[in-house]
C-alpha cells in the first residue's frame, strides 16, 4: 500500500468555507489520505458541519477543542495525524487536485523532510489572482539548500508558511518541531527558521499547487497585535541560530536581516497609528523597539529600499518622535 498524508486543516469560525475546502480535499488524486478537522472552538455552525463531513467520509477525523488559536490548533491535528506525511491547509484557501500526488513523488524519491511548493495569491480586495514568480527545483542536502536556494526562498515566500509544504511526520516529532502557541503572530516564520535547523533533506518544487487568499481587512498582519514585537524577533534569534550552523553565512544573514527590518517597520506604522492608544504609550513602545539590540544590528548589516532608510536612521539614533511622525504620516496616505 503506497504511504499514508495526512492534511491537517485548523478551522475557526469557518462554516463558509468548509464545503469548498472539503471539496478541495476530496478532490485529491492521491487515495491514501486522511483529514483532519480542528475545530478550535468555533462559535458558529463549524462543529456541526464538521461532524457531518466525517459521518459520511470516514478518512475524516474531527478534533473539537475551547479556542486556543491556530497554533495550537495545528498542533492538535499534528499530534492525531496517523500518517506518513503531513501537509497544512487553511480552511479559507484553495488547493489543486495534484498537490498531494506530485509532492508526495518528490518525497518518496528524494527521501526529503520537507518538500516545499509554489503556489498563487488571490487578492480578495481587488479580486486579482497572481503568480508568485519563484522559479527553480532542488533536491539536496540541507547545507546545499542553504547556500544555494535559501536566498531565493525568502524573496519569493516559499520559506515562510506550513501551508506550501509536505512533512515527513517523524521528522516533526523526532524533532518536537510544533508552533509556538506563545508567540501570537508570525508563527509561521517562527516555525519555519526552527524547521529548517533540522532538515538533511530539501526539495523544492516551482509547480504551483496552492492558491493563499490576502485578505487584508481583519488580517492581524495589518493591525496591532501585542506580542508582534516579540514574535518576530524570536524568529529574527532563531534564524540567526539557523545561519550559525554554516560557514560563508553572510549574504543569508543579510536576507534574514532585511525581512526581520521589515516586519518591525510595520510593527512601528501599527504602534503609530493606533487609534485606541495614547501617544506617552506609543512612544515608550517604539523606544523599547530602538533599544533592542537585535534590531540595531539587523539594521547595520541589512540593506534596504531608500524608503527605509529614514527609518533605519531614526532607529539608530533612537529618535522615537520621529518614527511616530513618519509613521503617522504614512499611515495618512
Known sequence: MSVKVSIVVPVYNGEKYIDSCVKNLKAQTYDNLEFVLVDDGSSDGTAAMCDKVSAEDGRFVVIHQKNAGLSAARNAGTKRASGDYVVYVDVDDDITADLVSDNIMIALESDADVVMYNFWYYDVDTDDKKENAYEGDFVGS????????????????IFNAPWNKLYKLEFLRENKLEFLPEYPIYEDIIFASRMLQHAKTIAVNSKRYYVYYVRSSGSLITKYVDGYFDSVTYFYENALKYCDKYEDNEKQKKSFA?????????????????????????????????????????????????????AKHFILTRNAVAIYHMYRFLGRR
Open 142 to 157: 540541507g547545507e546545499e539548500f542553504f547556500h544555494k536556494y535559501l536566498g531565493k526562498t525568502i524573496k519569493h515566500e
Open 258 to 310: 532585511e525581512l526581520y527590518v521589515k516586519l518591525v517597520s510595520t510593527n512601528l506604522k501599527q504602534i503609530s497609528n493606533k487609534a485606541d492608544m495614547d501617544k506617552s504609550r506609543k512612544l515608550a513602545l517604539i523606544r523599547e523597539i530602538c533599544n533592542n539590540e537585535k534590531l540595531r544590528s539587523a539594521l547595520r548589516i541589512a540593506e534596504l529600499e531608500s524608503r527605509r532608510l529614514f
